[in-house]
Nanobody, 130 residues
Framework: QVQLVESGGGSVQSGGSLRLSCLVSGYTFSNVCVAWFRQAPGNERDGVARIDSGVKITYADSLKGRFTVSQDNARKTLYLQMNSLNPEDSAMYYC????????????????????????WGQGTQVTVSS
């Protein structure tokens, strides 16, 4: 049974850090794309970072240098380390997975399009105060 469960959200002051976790059940990281998305009220769901086939890491351009995605195969957990947080980072953060291989792109996730991702967690709220 596939299940994605996020944790680690909370409230921090501007400049602070948080580490989000996503327990991924039902998939092996080498055969799936796992990603972090975020969505603020009234906004679209945007990609933050993704790991394709357990190897290829891609970040949203605007977040490079502040956010770091990683995975622990033994713990079946995806992480998102977020540093130098600012109020614009406040959002619900979601973990997502896609096991469908896109042969034309030789990738499980050729982009951050949310429609690519099959499984989603319930989300964890991050609130950054100034």
């Amino acid at each position: 049974q596939v299940q994605l469960v996020e944790s680690g959200g909370g409230s921090v002051q501007s400049g602070g850090s948080l580490r989000l976790s996503c327990l991924v059940s039902g998939y092996t990281f080498s055969n799936v794309c796992v990603a972090w998305f975020r969505q603020a009220p009234g906004n679209e769901r945007d990609g933050v970072a993704r790991i394709d086939s357990g190897v290829k890491i891609t970040y949203a351009d605007s977040l490079k240098g502040r956010f770091t995605v990683s995975q622990d195969n033994a713990r079946k957990t995806l992480y998102l380390q977020m540093n130098s947080l600012n109020p614009e980072d406040s959002a619900m953060y979601y973990c997502a997975a896609n096991p469908r291989y896109h042969y034309g792109y030789s990738s499980y996730c050729p982009s951050f399009s949310p429609s690519i991702f099959v499984d989603w967690g319930q989300g964890t709220q991050v609130t950054v105060s100034s």
